[in-house]
């Protein structure tokens, strides 16, 4: 156990839940639509394909969501939203606005303690705004010594990051749940990695490991890290 790395955090889904609530509002959205020929199953492909073109043009977050809604609604109805339908969307989505973040368990107290050991940084992607409330709403912000919020976390945002805070890849660690944009771009980008799985990581964040890789830490919840760093 070396002192005096840098441990680089990851924020929704790995301190605090977030697609939980996301999927909720997905969940109700299919029975809302209530449509005649397709299931759930059905529906929920077709969305996961708005979605992914969809955020590579309007980001992630919220606002992606309730468009991503809508743009199903045109695709399978074959033509745009109505006042009325779209009134719905937003009551359904709602909840993406007003929910309170919690950290998971164990969080202020691991951080509160790896603090004391390690330089802790925070990066996140989405709309900055709602993931600003997010991190003044969980509390967390005093832990970390620097916060960037970025629309894309891939490995030219990852060889930024490194570069701007001064960070030597083999001391640092990119800490977090997804597999496609924690874990995969941060390993290209020289940094080593440790993967907290969440059983509600968003579907479009998945992407297989390799199992042999040596520069992935595997751990199955946010306070183990205090048996590593």
Known sequence: MRRNQVLVFDADDTLWENNVVFERV??????WLDHPVLGPAELRAVLDEIQTANAV???????????SLRDCVERLRGRPATAAENAGIDSLAAVLIDFQVEPVP?????????????????LTKGQVEEQQRK???????????????????DEATYRRFVASHGIDPADGWMIGNSPKSDILPA???????????????????????????????RLRALPELLDHF
């Open 26 to 31: 997905i969940a109700d959205f299919l029975d």
């Open 57 to 67: 043009t309007h980001g992630y977050g919220s606002r992606m969501l309730v468009r």
């Open 106 to 122: 164990g969080a202020v107290e691991t951080l509160e303690r790896l603090a004391g050991r390690h330089r802790l940084l925070l």
């Open 135 to 153: 991190i003044d709403s969980s509390g967390l912000a005093p832990y970390f010594r620097a916060l960037e919020i970025v629309p894309e976390k």
């Open 187 to 217: 390993r290209r980008a020289g940094l080593n990695a440790v993967f907290i799985p969440n059983d509600h990581t968003w579907v479009l964040e998945h992407t297989e490991l390799d199992p042999s890789d040596a520069g992935v830490l």
